[in-house]
């Protein structure tokens, strides 16, 4: 029974607080609630509504209802996205740090990505279909969510099989939340600013080699592979940027992207000193396609 004498819980407390916030925003009217958000934070967690990533979940991931998030920095803008960093905290609670990559819905996208993926789309003689032939800003919102989308799903089957890639946390609309890679908070950088010695270049060399074929054995190829799409996050090479990811058996140009990707990076390790017998990119497209099932 209840005890008028027996001490109250306490309401101001952060835990206490956290989760009148959870508790709240699992009523249906979570969104018009009068919750108020924790100061300095910028929304509320996109978590519940996004498509979320894969199982099972890396357990520094906040899935908490009761999390907001603040964004502390841009790391990139550019004509096709930008990509900002974030924090996804519990007041007083757990928190972790994203990268959150925004596509935009840019008139100057380009037009060659665009073209290879949406041939293949059978939205034509949709509403759909027609704004993003026409290019409105619906249909380039659209452009963008695909996008997005694309991304969203190539990270989420790679990261599954072990690739080497950023945990796809979630995807809402044109937004995608990446896993940050950093080191106490500064971006990993790019292949192409990194200076490695000639024993750390040959393992990078390995490392991407190894990436290949976990591509290869799903059939994909990068189809925009650098220097500059490649991060290296304490000494393991990781490989982003996948909306334009190429199925090698599917796409009849499939071959050519994989043989263009190897090119490019491979003229990178060879221009960094790595010797050009052991960049062979001939035989690493020919066992890349043995792998993938194709020669
Ligand atoms: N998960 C991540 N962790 C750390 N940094 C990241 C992450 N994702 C992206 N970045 C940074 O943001 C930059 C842009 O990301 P990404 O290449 O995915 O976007 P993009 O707009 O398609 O780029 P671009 O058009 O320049 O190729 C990267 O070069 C990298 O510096
Ligand atoms: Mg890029």
């Keep these: 029974m209840f005890d008028q004498n027996d001490p109250q819980p306490t309401r101001s407390g952060r835990l206490t607080e956290a989760e009148r916030i959870r508790l709240a925003r699992l009523r249906e009217d979570a969104y018009t609630a009068d919750l108020e958000l924790p100061e300095g934070t910028d929304r509320w967690s996109t978590w519940p509504d996004a498509e979320q990533g894969p199982h099972p979940r890396p357990s520094w991931l906040v899935t908490d209802l009761a999390a907001a998030d603040t964004e502390l920095g841009v790391l990139k803008t550019g004509k096709e996205a930008d990509v900002f960093v974030i924090e996804r905290a519990v007041p007083g609670g757990p928190t972790c740090l994203l990268a959150a990559k925004r596509y935009r819905a840019a008139e100057h996208r380009l037009f060659h990505r665009d073209a290879g993926y949406l041939e293949g789309r059978r939205m034509n003689k949709s509403r759909e279909g ?30 599954s099989v072990g690739a080497p890639v950023p945990y796809p946390a979630q995807r809402d609309g044109t937004e995608l939340l990446l896993e940050y890679l950093h080191s106490s908070g500064q ?77 490019n990076i491979g003229r990178w390790f060879i221009s960094r000193g790595l010797p050009p017998e052991i960049a062979d990119t001939e035989s690493l497209m020919t066992h890349l396609l043995v792998t993938a099932g194709l020669d």
């Design 130 to 159: 027609r704004a993003i032939a026409n290019r409105t800003s619906f249909g380039r919102n659209l452009i963008a969510e695909q996008w997005a989308a694309a991304e969203f799903k190539a990270l989420s089957r790679l990261w």
């Design 187 to 263: 971006a990993a950088p790019r292949l192409a600013q990194t200076r490695p010695d000639a024993s750390e270049l040959r393992e990078l060399w390995e490392q991407l080699v190894a990436a290949l074929e976990l591509f290869a054995l799903q059939g994909l190829a990068h189809g925009d592979l650098s220097a500059y799409n490649v991060l290296v996050h304490e000494g393991q090479l990781m490989v982003i940027d996948l909306p334009q990811v190429v199925d090698l058996v599917a796409n009849p140009t499939g071959r050519e992207y994989l043989a263009r990707d190897i090119a």
